[in-house]
């Protein structure tokens, strides 16, 4: 049975990172104008109109700004390619002014369409998003000739596409850019994040983001990107290179800071990646990654009220996030919160129903918290078909059983995790309590002594919970 399971979530963005944050703020007077105190007396008027200034002197009254056009607003919306948490909410908002003036041609309304949808997913607006990005597929079908395709529009339908979870529409699309356009750094790069976070083919999304950077050697999100791909195939030091000067060009860049983060993480370099989350989150406050990922530190450490602080602040941001709310339930958990940990683990499940952790935990802090032993094993059961080769779901529905007395039970789930590792602490005292209760003392006593061998405090972790 174990007791510390906790995400530490990994960002997968396709064309916009994570987002922004909308500070709070304060309006205070301007600066040497102070408001009237009453019982003050007004100031005696000027003794004669000599001591004004000469009209010649006055200061003239501001001009107002005028508004921008709508040529301006779209320039503004689609200049700098894809939307970052740096400048989404600015880009939503002339994006949405830029299409309500409905002037745009066909051409520039599907872009803004597309581009607007980038900004708000990365706002969190998912739903939004979608609706944008279905829009600006539909007007990309019609706007694409079949025989005489262009590269650039087959480029943004398969960046629609592929937000919309279309994989193989926007690989299709992407490839048919490149063999239009071989120099297309845009399609290579698009292509390369499909296949490392849709198709998890890092080799191949390395090689593609090799050919942008022989095209664009200061492409930053290349270098994000390839850096990410560098530490899921385990490069961690290729990986560092390039984030670390992803962060020397872009030293703004909310996601570079999170992805080195990920890899100190990942070389179990704490502090370090704790460093880059607050440097992340210092420079997007709104960056649901990063907060997750900063609590799951927080949490390790024992810093569980900072641990829930972020990721309630994740969770405010994307309320669809079910890492967070199981991270979120972890946390609560360690608090002995079982009842608000089991409702953030079942709010991880009605997000993602094949979240075979939150199950698995969910099980636990059910049987834990003494109430619906039954609804826990049913958790364990889910969990088991979703991992059935993880030794914590062994654990945990042993306890179960042992909860519920099903001694011969408990001992055949302790005995299939010992089968795949003979030196699991909680499953050898797991299974010496199953002995003894079915009889065979001598064997139990052994399996307890063999556990408290491996881990002397494996006593105390039953013990909290009734079982010794």
């Not at 530490?8 to 105190?37: K, Q």
């Not at 008027?45 to 004004?52: C, D, E, M, V």
């Not at 050697?217 to 990986?239: H, K, M, S």
Request: with cysteine.
């Amino acid at each position: 049975m174990k007791f510390r399971w906790v995400l530490i979530a990994t960002g997968v963005v396709v064309c916009a990172a994570a987002a922004l944050y909308g500070y709070a703020y304060h309006t205070y007077p301007p600066t040497g104008v102070h408001p009237a105190v009453a019982g003050t007396p007004a100031p005696e008027p000027p003794a004669t109109p000599a001591t004004l200034p000469p009209p010649s002197l006055a200061p003239a009254p501001a001009a107002e700004t005028p508004a921008p056009s709508t040529k301006d607003l779209f320039a503004r919306c689609v200049r700098g390619g894809f939307p970052t948490p740096e400048n989404a909410e600015r880009r939503n908002a002339d994006c949405s002014k830029a299409i309500g003036s409905r002037e745009l041609s066909p051409d520039d309304l599907a872009l803004a369409r597309l581009i607007r949808g980038s900004a708000r997913a990365t706002l969190g607006d998912k739903v939004m998003a979608s609706d944008d990005y279905n829009d600006a597929l539909k007007r990309y079908d019609s706007l694409i000739n079949s025989k005489s395709p262009d590269a650039l529009n087959l480029f943004r339908r398969a960046a629609a596409a592929d937000a919309l979870g279309m994989t193989e529409q926007a690989l299709d699309d992407y490839n048919q850019a490149l063999r239009l356009d071989p120099k297309s750094a845009l399609a290579f790069l698009g292509r390369g994040v499909l296949l490392a976070s849709r198709k998890r083919a890092y080799q191949r999304a390395i090689e593609d983001f090799d050919k942008v950077l022989v095209l664009e050697p200061d492409n930053v999100l290349a270098l994000i990107r390839r850096g990410e791909a560098f530490g899921e195939l385990g490069e961690t030091g290729r990986a560092l290179v390039d984030l670390d000067r992803a962060i020397a060009l872009a030293p703004s860049s909310t996601q570079a800071y999170f992805q080195r983060g990920l890899i100190h993480r990942r070389r179990n370099e704490v502090q370090a990646a704790l460093s880059d989350y607050d440097a992340a989150i210092q420079r997007g406050p709104r960056n649901v990654d990063a907060l997750t990922s900063r609590a799951a530190i927080y949490s390790l450490d024992g810093k569980l009220d900072l641990a829930i602080r972020d990721l309630d602040a994740a969770i405010a941001v994307d309320k669809r996030n079910p890492v967070a709310f199981f991270n979120r339930g972890y946390a609560r958990f360690a608090q002995a919160d079982y009842q608000k940990a089991i409702a953030d683990y079942t709010a991880a499940i009605d997000l993602d129903e094949n979240f075979g952790l939150a199950y698995n935990n969910r099980c636990l802090a059910r049987a834990i918290a003494g109430r619906d032993l039954l609804k826990a094993l049913a958790d364990c059961d889910v969990a088991l078909r979703l991992m059935p080769l993880s030794l914590d779901v062994r654990d945990t529905r042993g306890f179960i059983y042992l909860k519920l007395g099903d001694d011969a039970l408990a001992l055949a789930d302790y005995n299939a995790a010992l089968d795949m590792d003979p030196n699991r602490a909680t499953a050898l005292f797991g299974r010496g309590l199953a002995r003894i209760r079915t009889g065979d003392v001598k064997g139990g006593d052994a399996d307890k002594a063999a556990a408290r061998t491996l881990n002397p405090e494996v006593d105390k972790r039953f013990a909290v919970f009734g079982l010794n």
